[in-house]
């Protein structure tokens, strides 16, 4: 007689770079801009078949245009489920005046903000926080950015690029005090983030390597999700899991998305399509 495998404490769906956009293909790019709301639409199909506690959009729901966010969104009207969404680098190729909108047309609370279900605590970042992009003309954030991508190009840095991000000082402050905080409360912790930090990749944010020291320095982090590698990735370091979710955007026909089945020990991650079925042991 075999043991009935035992259910997991609560799921979540994870999405990563929709990247909508109503404008023709880039077949060289694997870019199919037009097909995501029909991918999306069939991802939620899926979860709404679950139960779910939320499902995480990991950024990049539109690849330029304020008016993409509306055919985009307006897919998350079939979830059944609460709905996580959080910036990636496109979703800032807006005009000017839309930028200090972004984040307020995505639903969120604030621009990085955490919540807890039972003993894990899920943090939710921005990555875009200090970029060329992202802040609004004239903000300080900007020349900053500027200084810290001019620096690591000087060093040859993998990611010195343009369309990477970082941590302002404040942000990273927080994230200290919150994962000092689960620490204390004996809390296990998943963070999201639009940005890859590990393995080493071109995608990976500026800051990457003073962030995993960070993370180093508390035992209640168990995991990193995050996009913007449309290719996927994944590693682990001591007992945190980096996994970066394939891009939805890509390829005409077949979809990419994930269901994580959250334990005491273990998160089991489910892919659908493209995406890669994992076991992430604490």
């Known amino acids: 007689m075999t043991d009935t495998p035992a259910a997991p404490l609560f799921s979540f769906g994870i999405v990563a770079d929709p990247q909508y956009a109503d404008i023709p293909a880039r077949p060289e790019m694997n870019r199919f801009y037009a097909e995501s709301t029909r991918k999306l639409a069939d991802a939620i199909l899926t979860f709404n078949q679950e139960e779910l506690a939320f499902v995480v959009t990991l950024g990049d729901l539109i690849d330029r245009g304020w008016e993409s966010f509306d055919a985009i969104l307006g897919c998350y009207d079939q979830l059944n489920h609460r709905s996580i969404l959080l910036p990636g680098n496109h979703d800032f190729a807006v005009e000017q005046e839309h930028l200090p909108k972004v984040h307020e047309r995505l639903g969120m609370p604030a621009k990085w903000y955490d919540f807890t279900l039972g003993e894990f605590r899920f943090i939710v970042l921005d990555g875009n926080d200090v970029s060329t992009f992202a802040p609004p003309l004239g903000d300080p954030r900007r020349e900053l950015a500027k200084a810290r991508l001019e620096a690591l190009r000087e060093a040859g840095a993998l990611n010195a690029q343009d369309w990477n991000g970082s941590f302002s000082d404040e942000q990273l402050a927080w994230l200290r005090a919150t994962l000092a905080k689960a620490d204390a409360m004996h809390e296990q912790v ?28 508390h035992h209640s982090v168990k995991a990193w999700f995050c996009g913007h590698n449309h290719d996927g990735n994944y590693g682990v370091i001591g007992n945190t899991h980096f996994v970066t979710i394939k891009g939805m955007v890509d390829t005409l026909d077949h979809n990419t998305f994930a269901i994580a089945d959250v334990y005491v020990d273990r998160i089991s991650l489910r892919g659908f399509g493209r995406e890669t079925s994992r076991t992430l042991v604490f």
């Open 190 to 217: 998943v963070l999201f983030c639009h940005y890859p930090l590990y393995p080493e990749n071109a995608h990976n944010m500026w800051d990457a390597p003073d962030v995993l020291k960070l993370l180093a320095a």
